[in-house]
Antibody, heavy 113, light 109 residues
Framework: QVQLQESGPGLVKPSETLSLTCTVS????????WSWIRQPPGKGLEFIGY???????NYNPSLKSRVTLSIDTSKNQFSLNLRSVTAADTAVYYC???????WGQGTLVTVSS | QTVVTQEPSLTVSPGGTVTLTCGFS?????????PYWFQQKPGQTPRTLIY???TKHSWTPARFSGSLLGGRAALTLSGAQPEDEAEYYC?????????FGGGTKLTVL
């Protein structure tokens, strides 16, 4: 069965770029759509965006100006870049696969100087 | 921007039945919105219980079921257990974009 694992820095400074990578095993990234979801401490879930290996993307309108998703089929990985972060971007970031929505375990990213 | 609404909190007695709902502030939910339901316990990753309105994962207890009810997506828990106490989130796909509901805190008491 598919497994997803997020990786990246746990601490990012304000105004900098948050970068995370999700490594997929047990499935080809050439199938389905691959997404990022976040959850601020004590709050609900928020859709960030998804990407298809064809290059199709869809972003949350509230984050669209700061987000870029990319995909590397050779490594079976996809990535998130979130620019100009503030403390409001502190959250657990999850990567996930569509169709059944399989979740990674999540990684906490704190924005602080 | 699309808003998806859920009951903020519900309480069910052990062994009882409860229905959680999920919908748009305007307009009905259909199967074309591919409703999802997730369970999240404190400190844990969300777990997908239901997708595509009523499809269960292999790990989804039989007491959970998904449906459409009165223009909303619904998650029915029949025979509630203490371990079902959790936050439940829904997700709807609108115009290709994903929108989460605010969550329902379910208490089994």
């Amino acid at each position: 069965q598919v497994q997803l694992q997020e990786s990246g820095p746990g601490l990012v400074k304000p105004s900098e770029t948050l970068s995370l990578t999700c490594t997929v095993s047990g499935d080809s990234i050439n199938n389905y759509y691959w997404s990022w979801i976040r959850q601020p401490p004590g709050k609900g879930l928020e859709f960030i965006g998804y990407i298809h290996y064809s290059g199709t993307t869809n972003y949350n309108p509230s984050l669209k100006s700061r987000v870029t998703l990319s995909i590397d089929t050779s490594k079976n990985q996809f990535s998130l870049n979130l620019r100009s972060v503030t403390a409001a971007d502190t959250a657990v970031y999850y990567c996930a696969r569509s169709h059944g929505l399989w979740w990674g375990q999540g990684t906490l990213v704190t924005v602080s100087s | 921007q699309t808003v998806v609404t859920q009951e903020p909190s519900l309480t069910v007695s052990p062994g009882g039945t409860v229905t959680l709902t999920c919908g748009f502030s305007t307009g009905a939910v259909t199967s074309g919105h591919w409703p999802y339901w997730f369970q999240q316990k404190p400190g844990q990753t969300p777990r997908t219980l239901i997708y595509d309105t009523d499809t269960k994962h292999s790990w989804t207890p039989a007491r959970f079921s998904g449906s459409l009810l009165g223009g909303r997506a619904a998650l029915t828990l029949s025979g509630a257990q203490p371990e079902d106490e959790a936050e439940y989130y829904c997700l709807l796909v609108q115009g290709g974009s994903w929108v989460f509901g605010g969550g329902t805190k379910l208490t089994v008491l």
